[in-house]
T-cell receptor, first 115, second 110 residues
Framework: GAVVSQHPSWVICKSGTSVKIECRSL??????MFWYRQFPKQSLMLMAT?????????EQGVEKDKFLINHASLTLSTLTVTSAHPEDSSFYIC???????????FGSGTRLTVV | TQLLEQSPQFLSIQEGENLTVYCNSS?????LQWYRQEPGEGPVLLVT?????EVKKLKRLTFQFGDARKDSSLHITAAQPGDTGLYLC??????????FGTGTRLKVLA
C-alpha cells in the first residue's frame, strides 16, 4: 500500500533556530500534501495544503512566513519552522493524497520541542 | 469554526461495555473516514463510508453514514483495552481541504 515517510520523527532545537521536516511519498505520486499540527490530547488541525509546483494555501491564523512549505516534486514536501519558539513545540503530521486513487496516507509525525 | 464535531470528547469505560461515538456536521460530504490514533503516531484509517445510510462493520466496530451524509457514528461492541486511543472522523471540505473532527479520546479499563 501507499507509504509516506516523515523525518525526523523527533527534534529538539533552540529558540530562534529553524527546523525542516520532510514528507516523502515512497511509492506513489502525491499531487496534494497536507500539513497538520496536533497539541497534546487534541485533534489534528490543518495548517496548510500544498500542491506540487504551486504555493501552499494556508489556513486562517497560520503564519506563512513562519511555517514555510515547499512542494517541489510529486514525492516531496517540506515544512520549515523558522525562528522557532517554545510555543511552536507540537506534533506535526503530514498527509499525502495519492494519485490516482485520491486516498489519504499519513506520515508517522514529528515531535518538535523548542527549548 | 470546526466543521466536524465529535461527541463525546472523552470516554472512559470498563472492558466489555459498548459505546458509540458521533461525528456531526452541517455540511454534506461525499465521503467520510474514521481513524484511530495512538500517542506519538500518525492516524490509521479504519474505514471510509460513501453512501448515505451505509453501514460497515470491522470486527467489533460498526460504522454508519447518515442518510443525508452530514453525520456518522462509530459503535464498538464489547470494548477491549486494545481499543484505547483517539478516534477521529475526517472528510474533505470544499474542493481540497481534508479536515478532522474534534476527536474522541477513549480509554477502556481492564
Amino acid at each position: 500500500g501507499a507509504v509516506v515517510s516523515q523525518h525526523p520523527s523527533w527534534v529538539i532545537c533552540k529558540s530562534g533556530t529553524s527546523v525542516k521536516i520532510e514528507c516523502r511519498s515512497l511509492d506513489f505520486q502525491a499531487t496534494t500534501m497536507f500539513w497538520y499540527r496536533q497539541f497534546p490530547k487534541q485533534s489534528l488541525m490543518l495548517m496548510a495544503t500544498s500542491n506540487e509546483g504551486s504555493k501552499a494555501t494556508y489556513e486562517q491564523g497560520v503564519e506563512k512566513d513562519k511555517f514555510l512549505i515547499n512542494h517541489a516534486s510529486l514525492t516531496l514536501s517540506t515544512l520549515t519552522v523558522t525562528s522557532a519558539h517554545p510555543e511552536d513545540s507540537s506534533f506535526y503530521i503530514c498527509s499525502a493524497r495519492d494519485y490516482p486513487t485520491y486516498g489519504y496516507t499519513f506520515g508517522s509525525g514529528t515531535r518538535l520541542t523548542v527549548v | 469554526t470546526q466543521l466536524l464535531e465529535q461527541s463525546p470528547q472523552f470516554l472512559s469505560i470498563q472492558e466489555g461495555e459498548n459505546l458509540t461515538v458521533y461525528c456531526n456536521s452541517s455540511s454534506v460530504f461525499s465521503s467520510l473516514q474514521w481513524y484511530r490514533q495512538e500517542p506519538g503516531e500518525g492516524p490509521v484509517l479504519l474505514v471510509t463510508v460513501v453512501t448515505g445510510g451505509e453501514v460497515k462493520k470491522l470486527k467489533r466496530l460498526t460504522f454508519q453514514f447518515g442518510d443525508a451524509r452530514k453525520d456518522s457514528s462509530l459503535h464498538i461492541t464489547a470494548a477491549q483495552p486494545g481499543d484505547t486511543g483517539l478516534y477521529l472522523c475526517a472528510a474533505t471540505s470544499g474542493t481540497y481541504k481534508y479536515i478532522f473532527g474534534t476527536g474522541t479520546r477513549l480509554k477502556v479499563l481492564a
